[in-house]
């Protein structure tokens, strides 16, 4: 196998040729007063919006709300777990919005939203008005799901599916597994935040352990019957790590109507629904998810978690002036995922700007791109382009697919996944 450095694998994307995303052309929609639009959530939708916003009318006012100075991108995050990237090369800031595009940033938390009011309040008893609410709060997680799991009992077994500490947990305690170890990766239940991501979780983990513990093994255990890319990524596993044969690195099984319901940490094992134990020496735990707390504090989320939205507007079914975008909104059929976070919120950036300005909101269409690596010079895509059809978000025929499956494509595709990445980083960030 070809020695893959962090270096030539940077090297491959920054000569590979990808789409590039649309660049922010700052046109202006006329308004007598300035409004203020405030948007909480720093990720690829929050910070796409505000950004946007901006761009489309410099008169409106925008505050973006978040408590962190720096995101650490889940996107790119699995790569760190074969060495490709270090954790730090994910981190990037808030700075060009700041200077460049002159939003207001707040570095607090949303304590509490009164909607109808149209104010914040924040964690340290400020408050702060709005015209419009943009909320983008990401993913928490469904503690009850898993008996014996929770926040806490995290800090032993990561799900590192909020890219940062759980991340470089989820690497230490690969990289001390034994060799002839397992790795046990629990899957969630649809629908969750990027869904190809657990498969390439387990194929780049299948590679540095082939490399570093070519005994090891990692295993998938997965409540669904099927997944994204599933041919892909079972071709590239062939390819690379035997799967299918008695010598395979990589196993996936399927338990579906019989999920992991509890967590015996003593054992270091999952129990399912009938009463099945799978052990592991490294337990990556990810539980079923649902829209980020302080949606479902502000009365924004339906039965199953998520919060409905107006796709024309992006405006949550419960609220008419907050809009809700990235993971935590129910876009269906559209995927959780960076890049669609990215153009949902270029889409609510329009509307917002249109409706402050008493104008109908723009038609709107989405984007959707995920990249996944089985390897560092293997990556495969889905893409697709969505429109509204009777007012339903709905794939556009023959305008998306899956990636070919051949070695010349594989290649070519591990290079536009990286550059993807970096034109999406500069996109939402720059």
């Not at 993913?139 to 991340?167: C, K, N, S, V």
Request: glycine share 8%.
């Amino acid at each position: 196998m070809a020695d893959w450095s962090r270096r030539r694998f940077l090297r491959t994307g920054a000569v590979a040729t990808a789409g590039s995303l649309s660049a922010c052309q700052t046109w202006t929609i006329g308004g007598a007063a300035r409004a203020h639009v405030v948007v909480v959530g720093g990720g690829f939708a929050g910070a796409t919006a505000a950004k946007f916003i901006r761009c489309y009318d410099p008169t409106i006012d925008v505050t973006l709300i978040e408590p962190k100075s720096a995101y650490i991108t889940c996107p790119a995050s699995n790569w760190t777990l074969a060495g490709l990237l270090k954790p730090a090369q994910l981190q990037v800031d808030y700075r060009a919005l700041v200077d460049h595009y002159q939003v207001r940033l707040i570095g607090d938390r949303v304590a509490a939203i009164d909607a109808d009011r149209r104010e914040l309040v924040l964690a340290d008893g400020d408050s702060l008005r709005y015209d419009r609410l943009v909320l983008a709060p990401g993913i928490d997680f469904d503690w009850q799901a898993i008996a014996g799991y929770d926040a806490e009992m995290a800090e032993r077994f990561p799900h590192a599916w909020q890219a940062g500490l759980q991340t470089e947990l989820l690497i230490r305690q690969i990289q001390a597994l034994p060799d002839g170890g397992r790795v046990l990766i629990c899957a969630p239940p649809d629908p969750y935040r990027c869904p190809p991501g657990p498969y390439e979780r387990a194929s780049l983990i299948a590679f540095w352990l082939k490399q570093h513990k070519p005994r090891a093994k990692v295993v998938i255990l997965d409540p669904k019957t099927g997944f994204s890319k599933q041919k892909l990524f079972e071709s590239g596993w062939r390819r690379h790590f035997g799967y299918g044969t008695p010598a395979a690195s990589i196993e996936w099984l399927s338990i579906a109507n019989n999920p992991v319901v509890r967590l015996e940490a003593a054992g270091r094992a999952v129990v399912t629904d009938f009463g099945d134990r799978y052990t592991g020496d490294v337990l990556n735990i990810i539980p079923p998810q649902r829209a980020g707390r302080i949606a479902a504090q502000a009365g924004l989320t339906d039965g199953g978690g998520w919060c409905p939205v107006d796709p024309w507007t992006n405006r949550s079914r419960f609220n008419e002036f907050i809009h809700v975008i990235g993971d935590a909104a129910d876009y269906a059929p559209i995927p959780k995922s960076a890049f669609a976070a990215n153009s949902e919120a270029k889409v609510c950036a329009r509307a917002v700007v249109d409706l402050l300005n008493g104008r109908p909101p723009t038609e709107p269409h989405w984007l959707n791109t995920c990249y996944s690596l089985i390897a560092p010079d293997h990556g495969i895509s889905v893409a697709m382009v969505y429109r509204l059809n009777a007012g339903r978000i709905t794939p556009v025929p023959g305008a998306g697919g899956v990636s070919a499956d051949s070695p010349a494509a594989a290649a070519l595709e591990a290079g536009y996944a990286v550059a993807a990445y970096r034109n999406l980083r500069k996109d939402t960030f720059e």
